[in-house]
């Protein structure tokens, strides 16, 4: 089966630190491309970060540069988003998704392939 499982989703202090995981089957994350999108209650779905197995380029929305970060690991077949400094407006549930192209988009229309979600709430 061809399928995208996260894991890390949590309750955390603002300050905090989580770090969700996308593990695939049925194919391989570093031929394509990754993204992190989050939804809020009453908010757009949001691109938050995204990774290229092909070409190493990464992208982040401007409100987690410096606080997030995405990396991969090819033998687990896993990508991970590092989220340090956490805030409460970081509150949502996270998505991983892939695309079966080349490209890093933060844009969710160009992904095919989606996780079932985690939550992610901060706050003291």
């Known amino acids: 089966q061809v399928q995208l499982v996260e894991s890390g989703g949590g309750l955390v202090q603002p300050g905090g630190s989580l770090r969700l995981s996308c593990a695939a089957s049925?194919?391989?994350?570093?031929?394509?491309?990754v993204g992190w999108f989050r939804q809020a209650p009453g908010k757009e779905r949001e691109g938050v970060s995204c990774?290229?197995?092909?070409?190493?380029?990464?992208d982040y929305v401007d409100s987690v540069k410096g606080r997030f970060t995405i990396s991969g690991d090819n033998a687990k077949n896993t990508v991970y988003l590092q989220m340090d400094s956490l805030k409460p407006e970081d509150t949502a549930v996270y998505y991983c998704?892939?695309?079966?192209?080349?490209?890093?988009?933060?844009?969710?229309?160009?992904?095919?392939?989606w996780g079932q979600g985690a939550q992610v709430t901060v706050s003291s």
């Open positions: 990774i290229s197995g092909s070409t190493g380029s990464t």
């Open positions: 049925g194919f391989r994350l570093d031929l394509y491309a």
């Open positions: 998704a892939v695309r079966f192209s080349t490209g890093c988009r933060l844009v969710y229309q160009s992904y095919e392939q």
